[in-house]
């Protein structure tokens, strides 16, 4: 069955990028679309983002400014970048499967376990 | 943004009892799309419910859900010990996707 796998530096500076990347394996990437969600103590699990394999991106408004999400179809990953980190995006980061809805809503049918970032 | 307030913060319940979440969203739900999530310490968070009430693939009858609007509901019946977890709802109506804080469920 499919399975998710994130990869990634478990510690980052402050104002550094953050850099992490999750592995798809057990199936097909294409015809998906991959996001990432974070969960963190002080605000719980928020969404930051997804990808269409085609490239398009929707992201958070709250984060958009600093992140970034790509896609290798080739390599069966998808990769998030967060730059100019603080100490608040601390947080267990997750990748996922997303299903998308009509209007644009997405749920998330498939998960990782979560990979622990901390900022210092 | 459309916040999620999830009651209560921990269910303590018996194998075999019935276990009632709710989830109030701060307004309406577009479509009902909302979403429960399951997740056990160190594992991957599973999808429980989507649509507010359609089961995921895989996912016990035991798991139910309802709603429609700002209330709703997952309900478990005939708990069994691996239910032990902590479980979210979702709203994809909105945007941003927005989760609520969690309802931790343990078994006496």
């Known amino acids: 069955q499919v399975q998710l796998q994130e990869s990634g530096p478990g510690q980052v500076k402050p104002s550094e990028t953050l850099s992490l990347t999750c592995s798809v394996s057990?199936?097909?990437?294409?015809?998906?679309?991959w996001g990432w969600i974070r969960q963190s103590a002080g605000k719980g699990l928020e969404w930051i983002g997804h990808?269409?394999?085609?490239?398009?991106?929707d992201y958070n408004p709250s984060l958009k400014s600093r992140v970034t999400i790509s896609v290798d179809t080739s390599k069966k990953h998808f990769s998030l970048k967060m730059t100019s980190v603080t100490a608040s995006d601390t947080a267990i980061y997750f990748c996922?499967?997303?299903?998308?809805?009509?209007?644009?809503?997405?749920?998330?049918?498939?998960w990782g376990r979560g990979t622990l970032v901390t900022v210092s | 943004e459309i916040v999620l307030t999830q009651s209560p913060g921990t269910l303590s319940l018996s194998p075999g009892a019935r276990a009632t979440l709710s989830c109030r969203a701060s307004?309406?739900?577009?479509?009902?799309?909302l979403a429960w999530y399951q997740q056990i310490p160190g594992q991957a968070p599973r999808l429980l419910i989507f649509?507010?009430?359609t089961r995921a693939t895989g996912i016990p009858e035991r798991f139910s859900a309802s709603g429609s609007g700002t209330d709703f509901t997952l309900t478990i019946s005939r708990l069994e010990p691996e239910d032990s977890a902590v479980y979210f709802c979702?709203?994809?109506?909105?945007?941003?996707?927005?989760f609520g804080q969690g309802t931790k469920l343990q078994m006496k």
């Open positions: 990808i269409y394999t085609n490239g398009r991106t």
């Open positions: 996922a499967r997303t299903v998308l809805t009509l209007f644009g809503g997405a749920h998330f049918d498939l």
């Open positions: 307004q309406t739900v577009s479509g009902n799309y």
């Open positions: 649509g507010a009430s």
């Open positions: 057990g199936g097909s990437i294409g015809s998906y679309l």
């Open positions: 979702q709203q994809y109506g909105g945007s941003p996707n927005t």
